[in-house]
């Protein structure tokens, strides 16, 4: 582009942030190239200013003013541990779930647009290896169960993964390197989710490098707007989709195909259903599903009165035990009813530490949040869906995030369950596994997603494994 044109746009964008009193982003102009002046008017050009400019005083300046939690009460929830009526309405659930599987209803669609800062990996969260025998990364294990499902059910099941502007690259580099783990390249469909700027506590945009401004993806609940502009959604509907599972790309234990929760998603004519389940403990840091006002929808732990949290039921029992797991199914009718043009699900004010320059240029590395971040949460949805449904399952069979680089929710905890599930499915299926006097597995397991999906596939290929001994480190495949 020729300077003159360069010039012709810094006005317009200069015009834009007189407006808003945010020029200082353009202090550094003059020592800029050409390339980083174009840039950097890329990143001004990309923000929403419709959208930003009101919440600058909302969110920003100002913590948005929440409304208290009041008239809570648990939500109906399909029960994980279940009685003879409730054993009947399963089957044929899970009869039907397979059905939709089986007539290419369903589509698989996992969230990877995060930053992944307290992982701290350098690359895009699913190129992490999770795997306990193997070294199995997240994108492999997702692309192995659709793979397993796209030969159960003998559909060609789609595969939607959402990035972000900062691991976009990365991410298609890495799945193309790995020649899609031998999924059709025409049936795993990337896409970008929106970016937003991060302010400091003034509401002044904050500079990365002298010619970038510090943009963030804005949230997970981006995925629905980016589902709609991308064009995922028109390819869902011209496959036939109806049903798109939901999952993040940090829970190497979802089961993204599961028949029963498909089913009875489709047979309550819901339009965003969701898989609980109980809390670890009264104040676990973890969302919980609540009716309010009639509407089901989440409400995050750190707003979560202290007396809810630890109410009780007549039994003993507690009274709101409904945790976010995070993994959905929603309906492709439902995400292009409620995506208009202007749609936003409600936007969360997150503080956070964000690298930045100061005045004089240099680098900051803040130790403290410095930054609010702007987002919206996929579970925000919940309270616009019709005849939305709950169900609970057992976490230490479908939730084992790796969201920190060590403690709860490490590597090394998503490790030992996928673990002790795979030996809980070996038992199942009585294959002998190896014991340490204290119980604990003596041998290390992974049960590839291509060899069972579940307990009751590892039950029928129980003669395809052979002994396992004290030691092995076994992968199943
Ligand atoms: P997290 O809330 O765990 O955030 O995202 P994160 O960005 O991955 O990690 P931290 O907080 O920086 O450590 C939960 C899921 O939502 C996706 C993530 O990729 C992950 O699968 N996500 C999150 C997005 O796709 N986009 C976003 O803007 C935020």
Redesign the pocket.
């Known amino acids: 582009m020729d300077p003159a044109s360069i010039d012709a746009r810094r006005e317009a964008v200069a015009a834009q942030l007189t407006a808003r009193n945010q020029t200082h982003v353009l202090r550094w102009w003059d020592e800029l190239t050409s390339a980083q002046r174009l840039q950097l008017l890329a990143d001004l050009g990309s923000i929403p200013w419709d959208t930003v400019d009101p919440l600058i005083d909302s969110h920003v300046r100002n913590a948005p003013t929440r409304r208290l939690p009041s008239g809570l009460t648990p939500p109906a929830v399909y029960p994980h541990e279940t009685d003879p009526g409730e054993r009947r309405e399963y089957a044929e659930a899970i009869e039907q779930g397979r059905n939709q599987l089986r007539d290419g209803k369903v589509a698989a669609f ?10 701290g990996f350098d690359g895009p ?1 699913g190129a992490v290896a999770v795997t306990p025998v193997g070294d199995r990364t997240l994108f492999e294990l997702f692309a192995g169960m659709v793979k397993a499902a796209r030969g159960r059910s003998e559909a060609a099941i789609p595969w939607y993964i ?3 502007p900062g691991n976009h690259d990365d991410t298609e580099a890495f799945l193309t390197g790995h020649s899609f783990f031998g999924l059709p390249e025409a049936d795993v469909r990337l896409f970008s ?1 929106g970016m937003l700027p991060a302010f400091d506590a003034q509401g002044r945009l904050l500079l990365v490098e002298k010619h970038r401004v510090a943009l ?5 609940g ?2 629905l707007k980016a589902l709609c502009t991308s064009g995922a959604l028109a390819d869902m509907q011209r496959r036939g989709i109806t049903t798109i599972s939901y999952f ?3 829970n190497p234990l979802v089961k993204p195909f599961d028949p029963l929760f498909i089913g009875l998603h489709t047979s309550a004519g819901s339009d965003m259903s969701t898989k609980v389940a109980a809390k670890a403990d009264d104040l676990e840091a973890v969302g919980n599903l609540c009716m309010q006002d009639g509407k089901l929808g989440v409400v995050e732990y750190s707003e979560f009165p202290e007396q809810f949290a630890r109410a009780r039921n007549d039994d003993g029992s507690r009274k709101f035990d409904a945790g976010n797991l ?1 993994i959905h199914l929603l309906d492709v009718a439902f995400v292009e009813r409620i995506v208009g043009v202007s749609f936003e699900l409600p936007f969360r004010r997150a503080e956070k530490k964000v690298t930045h320059i100061d005045e004089q240029g240099a680098s900051v590395e803040p130790e403290t949040p410095n930054a609010i971040k702007l ?1 919206t949460f996929v579970f925000d949805a919940l309270p616009l869906a019709n005849n939305p449904l709950v169900l609970e399952v057992d976490r230490s069979e479908e939730f084992s ?1 790796v ?2 680089a060590t403690g709860t929710d490490s590597l090394d905890t998503s490790k030992r369950d996928q673990m002790l599930r795979a030996c809980r499915w070996l038992d199942s299926a009585e294959v002998p596994v190896p014991r340490k006097p204290d119980g604990s597995p003596d041998v290390t397991i992974t049960i590839a997603p291509s060899f069972a999906l579940d307990a009751d596939e590892v039950r029928l290929k129980r003669d395809q494994i052979g002994p396992i001994r004290a030691g092995d480190a076994v992968s199943i495949d």
């Open positions: 996992t969230v990877a647009g995060g930053q992944g800062t307290r992982l969260k959402m990035t972000s989710q963030a993806p804005d949230g997970h981006g995925s993040q790309v940090d995070a987002e995030p969201k920190n």
